[in-house]
């Protein structure tokens, strides 16, 4: 490398289906004392952009639990048992923001 390299990321959400894998011998992280900097699109600007890289999986189709008052419910299908847990059913307690 002749230089540092700059990989800028644009705004948004990333889900990924595989662990990001990077390594040193594939020089992932540079050579030749130069760097790879991974950043978010206008780092360090008032335009920078939201980036998050998600391992996880996007659990859909909330919907309020019908017993219990500020909790919802999503069905999670096979994707419990795909990671070795139990329920087959995630519930969350509704979370106001504050302002």
Excluded: C
């Amino acid at each position: 490398m002749a230089s540092d390299l700059v990989v800028n990321l644009r705004g948004g959400m990333y889900y990924l289906k595989a662990p990001l894998r990077l390594s040193e011998a594939a020089g992932d992280s540079g050579r030749g004392g130069h760097r790879v900097i991974h950043q978010a699109y206008g780092y360090g600007t008032p335009r920078q952009e939201r980036v998050t890289i998600s391992g996880g999986h996007q659990i859909s189709e909330w919907r309020p639990h019908q017993r219990i008052r500020g909790f919802w419910r999503a069905d999670m299908g096979g994707l419990g048992t795909q990671h070795g847990l139990r329920p087959r059913r995630f519930h969350r307690r509704l979370q106001r923001g504050r302002g």
